[in-house]
């Protein structure tokens, strides 16, 4: 269980939330849906909830155990292998080793008292691996990791060989596991996932949906799948950025959104009414204040005209939204950008081999292929952040990338939002800059703030505004709507369907690659070129 009592969250001087008392709980059958517009504080909270941050007053108190999933898992030892990582959840992977080290030692010592030494101690770690689960919990974590679409070719590798998208579906994998007790049933972990949808599959999204629906223990999930959310949650949380506080529905994801609608529509009707009271009482006040003799009188109105207004619930305003547009492409060549031979190896493991495809001036392109098929590395090469091990990526005559990573690489989490849009604009003036960071909805105190410590959605709308103010002529934009809400994706759309310039897009939504209205389709790992078509959308929600 998790309680938070008098909780109050915030970044830098912003106050995000506070929540007096201690309504936010989760217990045991808690499927909570964790929800706010991007930069509400939903991924700040969470982290606090989980225990890897401090919140700016009241306390948190946790009984049993968590599974944290980040919306930016940074993993310590890259050299572990995926299947480790994910075993390592119950300890399992220290035990199989340990395990096999005496195996070895059992087969090579000659000494018999030292080969009964080594015997006992076998002994002795696999009563522990069987205390644990043993072989069934190692056939449950595979059964997990397919489900998460990671084949067993995956879970051989080193993390570092990985993308980002299959690092990610290991943490959730090492959790869910965490989570099971090695028989397919529940534990009665408490599990908080930030964005788990993020890099799965539409079979794997559905199994997730599942597996929550059916874990026995307490569970906050911060999701723009609302699908998901209509399916899993039966309490949700709201966080209301504009009044800096948090509405606990005990309901399911639709009498939510029925009850919301329910609750504006009566505080907009109890505001209009008293705004016509109030303003009848002011009128007859200043009748009164003209006399003297009836100044007393006008002020106790005017008091009550106040009251009125300030005893009432805040009403909803309209949702701020970034105003994204792409940048005017600086001039270039006929082809800004030809790929030629392209290999990538990570030792003896093959990304691909022998791409060749030219991204021509004002050209759609999106990159498509199954998860681990080397996207996200395709255009880590196109950017110049990685180094190819074969072939070569020529830039034409005018050349200008503007990258968008989907781990959000490309920000420094260390620095300031300031110092991070003066770093991809060292250019720019200081006036045009901090117009740009208006549009993007950051402002005042803001500017000062880590980027490290923003929510998903707001290191995106970071990074995309260090776009708008490149000129490029060529985007290589990696999964761009990820972590974003509704709205603030239909700006990034919107951005996609009016830009002049070339864009090289990767990306599980379909509604992305249909607003980029593409012309060509790069199939990797083989490099295969094709026009597209409709057919290929339904590619994209399966890849």
């Not at 449950?140 to 590798?157: F, T």
Request: include cysteine.
């Amino acid at each position: 269980m998790i309680t938070a009592t008098d909780l109050e969250v915030r970044a830098g001087i912003r106050t995000l939330l506070t929540a007096p008392g201690s309504g936010l709980r989760v217990q045991s059958g808690d499927r909570i849906g964790l929800v706010g517009r991007n930069g509400a504080g939903k991924t700040t909270t969470l982290r606090i909830l989980a225990g890897e941050g401090e919140p700016y007053a009241g306390k948190v108190t946790r009984s049993g155990e968590i599974g944290y999933l980040p919306q930016d898992p940074r993993e310590g030892n890259l050299d572990v292998l995926g299947r480790d990582r994910v075993l390592s959840a119950r300890g399992l992977d220290a035990l199989i080793r340990d395990m096999e080290k005496q195996q070895a030692r059992m087969a090579e010592v000659a000494d018999d008292a030292e080969r009964e030494k080594a015997v006992r101690k076998y002994g002795q770690l696999e009563d522990r691996f069987s205390a644990l689960g043993g072989y069934v919990a190692e056939s449950e974590a595979a059964r997990i990791c397919n489900s998460l679409g990671l084949p067993d070719r995956v879970l051989n590798q080193q993390l570092r060989t990985l993308s980002g998208g299959q690092r990610r579906r290991i943490e959730l994998a090492r959790i869910l596991f965490s989570a099971s007790d090695g028989s397919g049933g529940r534990s009665d972990r408490t599990l908080l996932l930030d964005e788990p949808t993020n890099h799965l599959d539409a079979d794997s999204i559905n199994w997730l949906r599942g597996f929550l629906q059916n874990h026995d223990g307490g569970l906050i999930v911060i999701s723009h799948d609302v699908d998901l959310l209509a399916d899993v949650v039966n309490k949700v949380w709201f966080l209301d950025a504009v009044r800096g506080e948090a509405d606990i529905y005990n309901m399911g994801w639709k009498k939510y959104l029925d009850a919301r609608a329910t609750d504006e529509q009566r505080r907009v009707r109890e505001r209009a009414n008293a705004e016509k009271k109030a303003s009848a009482l002011r009128v007859q006040a200043a009748k009164l204040g003209a006399k003297a003799t009836k100044a007393a009188a006008a002020h106790q109105m005017s008091k009550r005209a106040d009251r009125l207004l300030a005893d009432l619930d805040d009403v909803r305003v309209a949702d701020k939204v970034a105003r994204i547009k792409f940048p005017e492409p600086a001039p270039c060549g006929r082809t800004p950008l030809m790929v030629t031979d392209l290999t990538k190896l990570y030792g003896s493991l093959e990304i691909f081999t022998g791409v060749s495809f030219a991204v021509d001036r004002g050209s759609r392109v999106v990159v498509l292929g199954l998860n681990g098929a080397g996207k996200t590395t395709m255009l880590k090469l196109l950017a110049g952040v990685e180094t190819p091990t074969a072939g070569g990526v020529e830039p034409g005559r005018g050349l200008k990338v503007g990258y968008f990573a989907q781990e959000h690489d490309t920000l420094d989490d260390n620095a300031s939002v300031w110092d991070n849009i003066r770093h991809a604009s060292p250019d720019a003036g200081e006036q045009e800059l901090r117009s740009l960071l208006g549009a993007f909805m950051f402002s005042g105190p803001q500017l000062d703030q880590p980027a490290g410590t923003l929510s998903g959605g707001e290191k995106t709308r970071l990074a995309l505004a260090g776009l708008v103010s490149s000129a490029a002529n060529v985007l290589l934009l990696d999964e761009p709507t990820n972590n974003l809400d509704p709205v603030s994706r239909e700006q990034v759309l919107d951005a996609l369907r009016s830009y002049a310039g070339a864009v090289v897009l990767v990306t599980h939504d379909p509604g992305a690659a249909e607003a980029l209205n593409p012309e060509r389709v790069i199939m990797l790992p083989d490099g295969t070129e094709d026009h597209w078509s409709q057919d290929y959308l339904e590619l994209i929600q399966l890849a």
